[in-house]
Nanobody
Framework: QVQLVESGGGLVQAGGSLRLSCAAS????????MGWFRQAPGLEREFVAA????????YYADSVKGRCTIARDNTKNTVYLQLNSLKPEDTAVYYC???????????????????WGQGTQVTVSS
């Protein structure tokens, strides 16, 4: 059974930073494409960042490009999302996602991912 557990969210002032973690079990993050999405109240869940198997390729939404880094720690079977220079519009629930298709490239669509975590709240105050 695959489980993804996010942590690291919280309340931060504009301009601050957070590092979100996604601890995986039931799959290996080094060989499965992984991604992060977010959903603000009243809005659809949107893509934030993705990393290919092996971590060789990453992709970011324009809204976070230059402020965000996705990375994995294979020894901990965990994927991270580093968020810097946070803005109030970054406020959302952030979700980790995994693609069951091993050895794949970056995935940007919600339908590309079969497994989802429960989400972690990020709130940025102005």
């Amino acid at each position: 059974q695959v489980q993804l557990v996010e942590s690291g969210g919280g309340l931060v002032q504009a301009g601050g930073s957070l590092r979100l973690s996604c601890a995986a079990s039931g799959l290996t993050v080094s060989i499965n494409p992984m991604g992060w999405f977010r959903q603000a109240p009243g809005l659809e869940r949107e893509f934030v960042a993705a990393i290919s198997w092996g971590g060789g390729n990453t992709y970011y939404a324009d809204s976070v490009k230059g402020r965000c880094t996705i990375a994995r720690d294979n020894t901990k079977n965990t994927v991270y999302l580093q968020l810097n220079s946070l803005k109030p519009e970054d406020t959302a629930v952030y979700y980790c996602a995994a693609d069951s298709r091993r050895y794949g490239g970056v995935r940007r669509g919600r339908d590309d991912y079969e497994y989802w975590g429960q989400g972690t709240q990020v709130t940025v105050s102005s």
